[in-house]
């Protein structure tokens, strides 16, 4: 009993699991509007069936509970029946209704959950891939550069500094067989938003740009960019200029290195 109401817990917990019948449940329903406490009650009930959705530990209904229950099950077979003792077919639905409806629940919970759990897998796998990627660029890089390095028809030229930075001083290897050139530099920091860019100068026809650096992108760590020489150009010589942010399509900034074949 709750607060001397004629309202038992089994009777919130059969209520809270839709199995009485019509009459007992509008009278539990009428009650229940009127009385906090019950309410309270009954919202409990409500909330041990609730755990039972999302695989929480059983909760275990009272011994009368049980035996209430079976009691309505037994009430409800039909009036002549045979020896197999079979349930009426909306009995028997609204049985398992509700046993299969806090199960329902529970497996939307864990399918959402695996497709969460699927969704982080799959960031964490494209983080890898793109890790793969760049390793296995740098490691390209680096095969082409000691090829290129090791290339017995590989030239040297001396890059030397203007009268712009007279201290400077740079070096291009270029192997016009392989179309293929890396250089190294040891420049000051270039004016704020400016950047150095290199130029092969072919025999006829304008520079072409072989990219744009900063002085520890030539020789920070011991790094060395590689550029590829446009196919069929013959370069005569090499210059440094400095050029604003993002580099320019022809030079138009002061010369600081120049080496010549």
Known sequence: MICDHPIRDEDLELFALGVLEEEENNQIQGHVSSCPECMRGLAEARGRIALLSFAAPEQVPSVAAKQKLLERIRAEKPANTDASHVLEPVSVMHWWNTIWAPAAIGLVVLSIFLWYGNRQLDSQLDIIRKQIAADQKQIQHSQA???????????TVKLEGTQNMPKAWGTVKYNPRMQMMCYSADLPEPPPKMVYQIWAVPEVGE???EGIFMPEAAVGGGKMPMARVPSGMSCKWFCVTIEPEGGKQRPTGPKVLVGTL
């Not at 090791?150 to 030239?155: E, H, L, V």
């Open 145 to 155: 550069l000691v090829a290129m390095l090791t290339a017995q028809d590989t030239m």
């Open 207 to 209: 520079p072409v740009s």
